[in-house]
């Protein structure tokens, strides 16, 4: 019998779900970006994470990371190249709100208002 797959922990949900091309033609369609992608995107090329550090946030193995960072990066370079609409959604992941006990970004948590306030909106 297969296990289920392990949850990716996401630190921080993207802000935004959708992006728009603006330009004389419309849109040609839609590419979307599922949390745990963004997340690795954000990971990666935002914070500078290597991969493997970019595994040990999102509790994933290696691997893993290096299959969703390349689909995330080919999804973005379609909406860029084509001037599609980038939605984000969907995935399967859980939001860590820097309570969990394993998460390495437990002090950046404690740091951050943002997450602070939506922690307090939580409880
Ligand atoms: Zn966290």
Known sequence: MARP????????PPKFNCFTPIGKDIP????????????????????GLTQSECAE??????????GIYARAR????????NGKELWIEGGSYEVCEGGLESCPSRKE???????????????
């Not at 797959?5 to 921080?12: D, E, T, Y």
């Not at 946030?57 to 290096?66: D, E, F, G, K, Y």
């Open 5 to 12: 797959a392990k949850k990716r922990r996401i630190c921080r």
């Open 28 to 47: 040609e369609g839609v590419v979307v970006l599922e949390v745990d992608e963004y997340e690795c995107l954000r990971l990666i090329d935002y914070e």
């Open 57 to 66: 946030q999102m509790n994933l193995v290696r691997t893993s990371v290096t």
């Open 74 to 81: 080919q999804k973005i370079a379609d909406s860029l190249v």
């Open 109 to 123: 948590h404690e740091k951050c208002s943002q997450c602070s306030k939506e922690r307090t909106k939580l409880q």
